[in-house]
């Protein structure tokens, strides 16, 4: 998963998302950190379609390394930091 072209803008998408108020700044309600970022943004941040950036996300999501938050017709995404946690714990034991 982290080893293809594709992995590694993953690996980019979980490094933003741990300070998600200075790497998406902007306009919305609330704190970027709180509510979680869209699609929409990390799209615009990668330079790719909406709809590959969500492929992306739900990917990560499906995987448990992301949490999802509705919000109106909105999705926000936000890392799972203990979920982080315990996949690195995996591979320092030789997984």
Do not use: Q
């Amino acid at each position: 998963m982290l080893r293809t072209p594709s992995g590694h803008t993953r690996r980019d998408i979980l490094d933003w998302l741990k300070d998600p108020a200075a790497n998406f700044p902007g306009p919305g309600p609330g704190d970027p950190g709180e509510r979680g970022v869209t699609a929409r943004a990390l799209a615009a941040r990668l330079g790719v379609p909406r709809r590959t950036a969500r492929a992306h996300l739900d990917l990560l999501t499906r995987l448990g390394l992301l949490r999802t938050r509705r919000i109106r017709c909105r999705t926000y995404y936000r890392r799972d930091e203990v979920r982080i946690a315990e996949v690195a714990r995996m591979f320092e034991k030789g997984w």
